[in-house]
């Protein structure tokens, strides 16, 4: 069971690039070590010079973005690498949503296998929530309203997303797989009932006819 994720209130950060590949959401040298602080390797190689210094031009590190909840990007977001890590790295940063044209598809799965939303906005919502955030940059709060499908501006405009229905109501829910399989439980007692009824010889006990060693 996960965090359930409804309506959110935050702040969006906005990093209007295409094809931002795994390696830069989190570089391999925060993989090394099971006690890594994903946080802060998140996007780690660009918010971090090579002394450890913060590079002030990056967005995480200007004035409210430090605490962003949400994050606009452009298209093929999370490509390259399958490494789960990416999806875990924006997670424990806090960030709970994640909106592009579109996402590549492993870190698509890992998104919604790791309780994290991944929304399809087209270029024209794209642009117009990037405008949003610039018109108030300086109290850029944003709220996902995820049962209606829709993130409301400081201005109050609601902006559509796209989420397959299945994996919105899993995130309002807070379901994990092991949630998600055990929704059916009646259905697979249904299905082994009909097999030992139907197919007996399954699981009928045999006797072990192989050749025993002297």
């Known amino acids: 069971m996960r965090t359930p994720l409804s309506t959110v209130s935050g702040v969006l950060a906005v990093l209007p690039e ?36 913060e590079r002030p031009g990056f967005v995480l590190n200007q004035g409210p973005f430090r605490t962003a909840k949400f994050l606009l990007s452009g298209e093929n977001f999370g490509c390259g690498s399958s490494r789960e890590a990416a999806v875990w790295a924006l997670a424990q940063f806090g ?26 906005v087209d270029e024209a919502t794209g642009a117009a929530l990037a405008a949003a955030v610039e018109r108030h940059c300086d109290a850029p709060d944003f709220t996902v309203d995820l049962p209606a499908g829709v993130i409301v501006d400081p201005d109050g405009h609601r902006h559509a997303f796209t989420v397959p229905p299945h994996r919105a109501a899993a995130l309002i829910r807070g379901d994990d797989d092991i949630d998600l399989t055990l929704r059916h439980l009646d259905d697979i007692d249904g299905y082994f009932s009909a097999a030992k009824r139907d197919r007996d010889w399954l699981y009928t006990p045999t006797t072990d006819t192989r050749r025993q060693t002297p």
């Open 95 to 120: 960030i709970r949503c994640v909106f592009a044209p579109s996402f590549a598809d492993i870190f698509y799965e890992n998104a919604f296998r790791n309780g994290v939303l991944a929304g399809i």
């Open 18 to 53: 295409t094809n931002v590949n795994t390696d830069a959401i989190i570089p391999s040298a925060w993989l090394r070590t099971a006690k890594a602080d994903l946080a802060r390797g998140l996007f780690g190689a660009r918010r971090f010079d090579e002394d450890g210094r």
